[in-house]
């Protein structure tokens, strides 16, 4: 069938050539459509909901809305895991389902179960919303609105008001969380003396003010030959208006608002706040992506409508981005595009050395950018980005395997035909020649991406995307090298083609007969050579050490700050103003900010005692001489650790927020510790991290603070509110309105609608006695002082609760620094096995990226034999029988040789990069085989004896399978030296490839015919 296929290309050379330009202007059009972000999303398909309920601390949060929406959440069609936190003020729930799962209908799955959950939540305690439909690295620009002469509360107002509406105008912005500054609120301060005076309670106030704000229609009337609407008027203008409403009579005279409260503009109680470069707080933007968007393009657009609004704002208020991911996925850009730029040449130049014909060599070339083309047609059909993996993994040595032994074979035919031969009918006898062999060896290299297909979780995020973007180019270079480059050469070889060798193949072919010749007579010396190298290789892996990927370099550094639970919001910004000052003193820091707390839209929960510290950096070249990024690393490190009472997290933007979506830690390594109670939690969780500490490697120990955190607690007497004739909801009023505040209606300015809040003067309600000597009103009437009927204490209560599989957790996480991930890990383990004792009902689950690394392992370990089992089925199938798809097969594990060497030489540890490289490796392994194998075969079949089989067709094929060994692995030759943004990823593949085709070379020209000469020799021609 193929080689059928490859006789009709050539017949039909005009119409193959028509077709394949049509491809590539698909090709050319996808690539205009094509997403393009730095890294792939690493996010699983999970639904946040959020529920913000100011008044409630962690522990009512979780008993009140955490747990309900939990149980809510049960029994969801593909949910792979839930978890949660509740801290003051906030509940967060995170749904997690399969990969796969539509994002929308993993949505509406949630929606409808809130609804259930929405019931169970006691009414007016917190409204369930779901978080915005983005990823982990959907924040991709911030900016600070920034004017002198404005307060925060203004800039805060522009923000949301001006600014914001705009950008959401901008396609594939899906929210812009607004961070920092104070929002406007009208608050009505009740005073509660006059409240007494006049016999009005809180109750009253609190209707008033929302029965007395509102406008309302009421149809139209006609009126002769017109009609007029109704529009009935109530909405409050201004403070006076608001002082104007009725609250009551007193002897006759009516009572109003202003009588009994000051009405004032304040500030709306808030859980965050932002400062910058040490000089205090900023109010940011942070501009969310809509799922599956084009991150480029996005962040373009936004940058564009920036533009626009700035002229529009205020005088004197104006935009100053300090994050563009652009920046990030120019430079992965650049970085992926020089490295294919530089293989490319690399592999053009070597084609034409070793073709000696600049047609043969740019027939080959085309299938380079054709392949990719074919390749962006999947991309774009399956939503695939085009990013640092899904290209950076590409070798173009792989992609013109097949066209080179194509294009080779017709170039050594046509070289040695009669000068008045007819030229087709020798290009189609060479194509069909190597038609077969070329169809199984490229479906082999593509077969053997099959186990990285299977990965599940971040690994299967991460790595998926790559083996589709290069199985898409495999079968359009299959393609192509079946009917493409056959027709091409049909149509640029003519009759006046001559061979002229730029390298002397002859003298090269002459010297490896020689060799090869000296070789088959110490068969078993070689053999035993090449099986002691084998077993050094396996006996030097285990001491390479293990990581999941090695870290991108994001140009940035992010910190994770954790202070007391107890400390305030003004504290926590006094602490890192300071702390930006200490980091601005590096020379490399270009912008210091830090995020405190939650933003608007909670969806990374934080309260004041935590923060996130962006790092900006200069590019490397501006940086001190000799400084590296780990001695950066350590100065940033030190300037956080100047600061007393905090513990930090050095990590990357992009990093650290994945991680927290993904495990909810921020950390390289968490190691959670389950149970019912949260004391024994906290003290099993602090025993962990006392003896990860002593790990050699662990770097920032951090425990989970889930205690600490100070309660004013106002607990009901129930006997003495039954005296007093005193329900619990009038203390419950009291609590959440006159002390905490609460919204009674909204006041309209234009487009801009702010709370209207009633609570007590802040003298009322600034200290414990002030609040003891707040009144209750009983039913009768008569008013009682909050101590008479209630006890108020201070207790130390959890600062936070998180939950995961249903259960409390308490976390440890770390980050490693000096060592591989897995040894650390085997250490840690066998440290906390032997030294921490955990009580009944309680048990540790390890998880991190160690978790993704140990996931991977063992579905790799399921599915890689199962692709060599398929190989093998694959090189039966070529051959018709054992003994040969044997001697071929044996190129695999010689193969592994080289790549393990490679990586223990330069230092690397394994990681699934470097798998990847192993498993690329194979197929060019297995293909240079084939192509030596199919050809003796052939020989043998026409009655040539054994050795004068293997001899000359080890000669014959010396040439392609030297093409194909050096045009893959010079092919990753830049992307192993590279040391540009996005490199770190790119290193152990590549690394691997070039390693394991030094010896793969040597032993397919050395060994195999060896083998075969031997096997063959001694077992008979076939089974």
Known sequence: MFARIAELSVQNRSVVILLWLVVAGAGLYSLTVLPIDAVPDMTPVQVQVNTVSPSLGPAEIEQLITFPIETAMSGLPDVERTWSISKTGLSQVTVVFADGVDIYFARQLVLERLQQAREDIPEGVGDPEMGPTTTGLGQIYEFVVEGDDYSPRDLRAELEWNIKPQILTVPGVVEVNSFGGFEKQYQVLVDPDKLRIFGITLSDVFEAVADNNSNAGGAFIEHGSEQYLIRGVGLAQNIADLESIYLHAKDGMPVQLGEVAEIVIGDALRHGAVTMNGEGEVVVGMVMMLIGSNSRTVAHDVKERLAEIEPTLPEGIGIRPYYDRTELVEAALHTVRRNLFEGGLLVIAVLFLLLGNLRGAIIVAVTIPLSMLVASIGMTRFGITANLMSLGAIDFGLIVDGALVMTENVIRRMAHKDKDAPSLPVITQAAREVARPVAFAVSIIAIVYLPILTLQGVEGRMFRPMAYTVVFALVGSLLMALTLTPALCAAMLGSRFRERAIV????????????????????????????????????????????????????????????????????AVE?????????????????????????????????????????????????????????????????????????????????????????????????????????????????????????????EVQVEQVAGLPVLEIRARRDDLARYHVNVADVQEVVETALGGKKASEFVEGQRRWDIVVRLPKEYRDSQEA??????????????????????????????????????????????????????????????????????????????????????????????????????ILLYATFGGIRPALIVYCNVPFAVIGGVFALFVRGMPFSISAGVGFIALCGVAVLNGVVMVSYIDQLRSKGHSLLEAVREGAQTRLRPVLMTALVASLGFIPMATSQSTGAEVQRPLATVVIGGLVTSTLLTLLVLPTLYAWIEGRWGRRD
């Open 575 to 699: 602490i890192h103003t300071r702390i930006e000052q200490n980091i601005k003193k590096i020379p490399e820091v270009t912008d210091v900010v830090s995020r405190a707390g939650a933003a608007e839209i909670a969806d990374d929960p934080m309260g004041p005692e935590e923060a996130d510290v962006f790092i900006g950096l200069k590019p490397p070249r501006e940086w001190r001489r000799g400084l590296t990024k780990e001695k950066l690393f350590t100065e940033i490190a030190f300037a956080i650790d100047e600061m007393p009472g905090v513990n930090f997290s050095l990590s990357q933007p992009i990093q650290l927020r994945v991680n927290c979506l993904v495990s909810g830690v921020r950390s390289d390594l968490a190691v959670k510790v389950f149970g019912p109670d949260l004391d024994v939690l906290h003290e099993q969780a602090q025993q962990v991290g006392e003896v990860l500490e002593s790990v050699p490697g662990s770097a």
């Open 504 to 571: 002397p193949v002859d003298k090269l072919r002459a010297a490896y007969g020689r060799l090869l010749d000296r070789v088959m007579q110490r068969r078993i010396a070689v053999t035993g050579l090449a099986v002691i190298s084998l077993a050094a290789a396996l006996f030097v892996f285990p001491m390479l050490g293990s990581e999941f990927v090695p870290t991108l370099d994001e140009g940035a550094s992010a910190a994770s700050i954790i202070k007391l639970p107890s400390i305030s919001l003004p504290a």
């Open 771 to 872: 609040i003891a000597d707040i009144l209750v009103e009983a039913q009768d009437g008569s008013q009682i002082p909050l101590a008479q009927i209630c006890d108020i204490e201070v207790v130390s209560g959890p600062a936070q609760i998180s939950r995961e599989h249903h259960q409390r957790r308490v976390g440890v996480e770390c980050n490693i620094r000096g060592r591989d991930m897995g040894r650390f890990v085997a250490d840690a383990q066998a440290a906390v096995a032997s030294a921490v004792v955990l009580p009944a009902g309680y048990h540790i689950e390890w998880g991190g990226q160690f978790a993704n690394l140990a996931r991977a392992r063992a579905r790799l370990a399921i599915v890689v034999p199962i692709a060599l089992l398929l190989i093998f």
